[in-house]
């Protein structure tokens, strides 16, 4: 079945320090993938989202690109911030079936 | 995009009773789902809420503890039923591609693309 493979955080960095956050994933066919962040006491919001192969979804500064080749799908932010703590979930969606999540990653900014 | 309303945002209980949280969305959808969030876990699906039929259930959770209602398209319910402090979680609900016909409600490009989630429900059973 599909699954989905997150690091283990928690993920502490300093201000303006470079992220990554693995994520790698197991399905048949063509899934589409997501970053989800759980702010602090809220829901889940739709970071960024890759539907096909060597597609780089982005936005607030992080990027993720879709690879086929290597089944990832790493998120990435070239300076965090404080206001970016939270918890980063990877997600994956194909076509009609569950949505497959991570188990989470936490990420601890300080200033 | 869809707009989901989730009540209440918190709560805290006392074991034994029972707590229904509620899921408002802009639009019309055929599925609802909700989701169990553990301290410290991912999500878990706990069952597909359709309108019109009752509602489907993952393994693991039966519908005497927690029943669903889904009187019509926008809206569902999520009973929490006899708490125990091992039901402190937070309860999402959600509308998904999957959970509407291709090319309609907020997915008119396609089924692979993001689900929304209310903003949840903090409960605490004490």
């Known amino acids: 079945g599909n699954s989905v493979t997150q690091m283990e955080g928690p993920v502490t960095l300093s201000e303006e320090a470079f992220l990554t956050i693995n994520c790698t994933y197991t399905a048949t066919g063509y899934p589409s993938l997501f970053w989800y962040v759980q702010y602090p006491g809220e829901g889940l919001q739709l970071l960024l989202k890759?539907?096909?192969?060597?597609d780089k979804g982005s936005n607030k500064g992080f990027e993720a690109t879709y690879r086929k080749e290597t089944t990832s799908f790493h998120l990435e932010k070239g300076s965090v911030q404080v206001s970016d703590s939270a918890v980063y979930f990877c997600?994956?969606?194909?076509?009609?079936?569950?949505?497959?999540f991570g188990t989470g990653t936490r990420l601890l900014v300080s200033p | 995009s869809a707009v989901i309303s989730q009540k209440p945002s918190r709560d805290i209980c006392q074991r034994g009773t029972s707590l229904t949280i509620q899921c408002q969305v802009d639009?019309?959808?055929?599925?609802m789902f909700w989701y169990r969030q553990q301290p410290g876990q991912s999500l878990t699906l706990i069952a597909t809420a359709n309108q019109g039929s009752e509602a489907t259930y993952e393994s693991g959770f039966v519908i005497d503890k927690f029943p669903i209602s889904r009187p019509n398209l926008t809206f569902s319910t999520l009973t929490v039923s006899n708490m125990s402090p091992e039901d402190s979680s937070i309860y999402l609900c959600s509308v998904e591609p999957r959970g509407m016909s291709p090319g309609t409600g907020p997915w008119m490009a396609g089924p692979n693309t993001e689900a929304f989630f209310g903003q949840g429900t903090r409960l605490t059973v004490v």
């Open positions: 997600a994956l969606s194909a076509g009609f079936q569950k949505l497959v």
């Open positions: 890759a539907t096909k192969a060597d």
């Open positions: 639009s019309q959808v055929t599925m």
